[in-house]
């Protein structure tokens, strides 16, 4: 699987829109971007995913750049509950696959 | 529908002694997924099972071994526990390993 560079940190103001960058510039053709996030002390949790075409659903959006070398999870209105480490997976989408987590982004909403 | 459900929550163990940890899959998924998750890292992918079979293995020794049940629940197990084996454990499931894996609150080992 593709590797991803993702920064460290990142703060965002209540209420406005919150975009997570990530790098995957190795990804192959059939590697899907996947987005989890993990609360502190929970398990991480699924938020979307994208092959070749922007994706959204209830929770974000997902804007993958035409080379497929990067792509940015947008929280449109970011609350106090995103506040959350940010992984950004790529993979295979069939087959023995598995995630293969780095140490993501730490989202910090800020009042 | 139910999520995918971890036991115990919390568990202390000795060095050298042996640990088996349970987790109950979403209904539905056929697929369990076990991950390591050391303090201030992200998760590291140990092992995963497709119908009872272990399907892919990431780079754990063979102390750590595992099951999955006709109902697809499954079980973790470490022998000779060491201490750098004290992490958050996690357990996912997914419907026949396709799309978003659905994670349990995990099962936090200490090793004294």
């Known amino acids: 699987d593709a590797k991803t560079t993702q920064p460290t940190s990142m703060d965002c103001a209540e209420g406005r829109a919150a975009n997570l960058p990530c790098n995957h510039s190795?990804?192959?053709?059939?590697?899907?971007v996947y987005w989890y996030r993990q609360i502190h002390s929970q398990g991480p949790q699924y938020i979307i995913h994208?092959?070749?075409n922007n994706e959204t659903n209830e929770m974000a959006s997902l804007i993958i750049t035409e080379d497929r070398k990067s792509s940015t999870l947008i929280l449109p209105h970011a609350t106090l509950r995103d506040t959350a480490v940010y992984y950004c997976?790529?993979?295979?989408?069939?087959?023995?696959?598995?995630?293969?987590f780095g140490t993501g982004t730490r989202l910090t909403v800020i009042p | 529908e139910t999520g995918v459900t971890q036991s115990p929550t919390h568990l202390i163990k000795t060095r050298g002694q042996q640990v088996t940890l349970r987790c109950s899959s979403q209904?539905?998924?056929?697929?369990v997924s076990w991950y390591q998750q050391a303090l201030g890292q992200g998760p590291q992918f140990i092992f995963q099972?497709?119908?009872?079979?272990?399907?892919g293995r990431g780079n754990f020794p063979p102390r750590f071994s595992g099951l999955q049940f006709p109902n697809y629940s499954s079980e973790l197990n470490v022998n000779a526990l060491e201490l750098d084996d004290s992490a958050l454990y996690l357990c996912?499931?997914?419907?026949?390993?396709?799309?978003?894996?659905?994670f349990g609150s995990g099962t936090r080992l200490t090793v004294v």
């Open positions: 996912a499931s997914s419907k026949d390993r396709l799309y978003g894996y659905t």
């Open positions: 190795t990804i192959s053709g059939n590697e899907y």
């Open positions: 994208g092959l070749k």
């Open positions: 997976i790529v993979r295979v989408g069939t087959g023995a696959n598995n995630l293969f």
């Open positions: 209904s539905g998924h056929n697929t």
């Open positions: 099972y497709y119908r009872e079979e272990e399907n």
